[in-house]
């Protein structure tokens, strides 16, 4: 499905290009992903935003039903570290406030997919304002194991600029949202 920045197959017709990565976290582990499976929270969910470049661009694409699909893996806590997380979580260390970007080159995001590639998929949106209805969106099942000090560099992020005191970056996570009609299908039985 997706092979270095280029995302096709499963519920989308063509190639989508990768625009960028991020994450959805919360102040503990029993919550921040964005998405619920069975009653299940996780702590955090990587979100890989992809766009249809048959519109051009990605502002275009922002206004067609077809224009972004976003993979998203959940990351639960445990034991076991995710060696691949390493690398992006070194980079954030040139981000630690709010307003900054660094990018993020040589790298091939598929290292963060779980074995398993079944996943759910609906049309929906993003989850942040303007919350355009434009995304089909790719939820892996199986999630990625990070560790406990991988989750604290997370919430060790902060909310403000360079110049303004420290409050951690928490809780970035918009609140399940009724389906309104959406159907949810699964790639596996």
Known sequence: MLSFAVLRGGPIQGAYRLRQLHFHWGSSDDHGSEHIVDGVKYAAELHMVHWNPKHGNFAPAL???????????????????????KRILEEMESIKTKGKETPFLHFDPSILFPKSRDYWTYEGSFTTPPCEECVTWILLREPIVVSPDQMAKLRSLSMNTENEPFHPLVDNWRPQQPLKGRVVRASFK
């Open 63 to 85: 206004k067609q039903r077809d224009g972004v699909a976003i993979v998203g893996v959940f990351l639960q806590v445990g034991k076991t570290l995710k060696r691949e997380m």
